[in-house]
Structures are given as C-alpha cells and as structure tokens.
C-alpha cells in the first residue's frame, strides 16, 4: 500500500486583526507542533520567511528529509 502524504498550506492571511477570529501566526505553529510529528511525507505550501521553523519543528520530532522546493 502506498504512504498517504499529507498536504497543508502555512501563509499569515492576517486573522489576528479579524475581529472574532482572531489567531496569531504563533497559534499556528503550536498547532503544527503537535501534528507535525506524524511520520508520513508532508508537503507544505509556505513563504520563506516561513521555513526555517517548519524545518525545526519537523527535525524536533526526528523527521528530517524536509526539502524546499522553490524560492519566492
């Protein structure tokens, strides 16, 4: 059987000034933190101011082989 990869997008779209839902980026990653640590291949869409910390949570867990794919 095939490994299930797992997509998901990082972007601050400014819901923290969103009145009523309001979530601040570092709400995000605490979130990440936590799923982040599920062994399968992810692929994240994400600007680069982004990725160093994606890669340090993911590496935090033990899985590396995290690989950028393009510069914006």
Known sequence: MPEIKIVSAFYNIG???I???ERDV???FS???FWSG???D???FTS???KDNIFSIRQNHGLGG???NREQ
Do not use: A, C, T
């Open 15 to 17: 819901r923290e000034s």
């Open 19 to 21: 009145k009523g839902f």
């Open 26 to 28: 570092s709400d995000y």
């Open 31 to 33: 979130y990440f933190s």
């Open 38 to 40: 599920i062994d399968n």
């Open 42 to 44: 992810l692929i994240i």
């Open 48 to 50: 680069k101011s982004y």
């Open 66 to 68: 995290v690989k950028w």
